[in-house]
Nanobody
Framework: QVQLVESGGGLVQPGGSLRLSCAAS????????IGWFRQAPGKEREGVSC????????YYADSVKGRFTISRDYAKNTVYLQMNSLKPEDTAVYYC????????????????WGQGTQVTVSS
């Protein structure tokens, strides 16, 4: 079983950048698909970006394409989400999650979750 801990959230002005980290323990992330999800107040949790271990493919929600980048550091057993050109509508609690390789980027497809980190984009 894998445990996940997110960090790197905070308050940033529109147009700014943040890098979220998701450190794993208990198992290597090599065996899992990894996803970043977010949930804004009053809204459902949505997939932001997911990385499939099986074929190396990545998914980005249309709202973040060209601005966000998911990456893995296998040596550190850590996954990152680089977020650039942030907008107020990116404000949410961001979660990383691990699931079976090849699953789609939907919250219900992921089995292990971190506690979340708050990202607030505001001037």
């Amino acid at each position: 079983q894998v445990q996940l801990v997110e960090s790197g959230g905070g308050l940033v002005q529109p147009g700014g950048s943040l890098r979220l980290s998701c450190a794993a323990s208990g198992s290597t992330l090599d065996y899992y698909a990894i996803g970043w999800f977010r949930q804004a107040p009053g809204k459902e949790r949505e997939g932001v970006s997911c990385s499939s271990r099986r074929d190396g493919s990545t998914y980005y929600a249309d709202s973040v394409k060209g601005r966000f980048t998911i990456s893995r550091d296998y040596a550190k057993n850590t996954v990152y989400l680089q977020m650039n050109s942030l907008k107020p509508e990116d404000t949410a609690v961001y979660y990383c999650a691990a699931g079976i390789p090849g699953v789609a980027c939907y919250p219900m497809s992921y089995d292990y979750w971190g506690q979340g980190t708050q990202v607030t984009v505001s001037s």
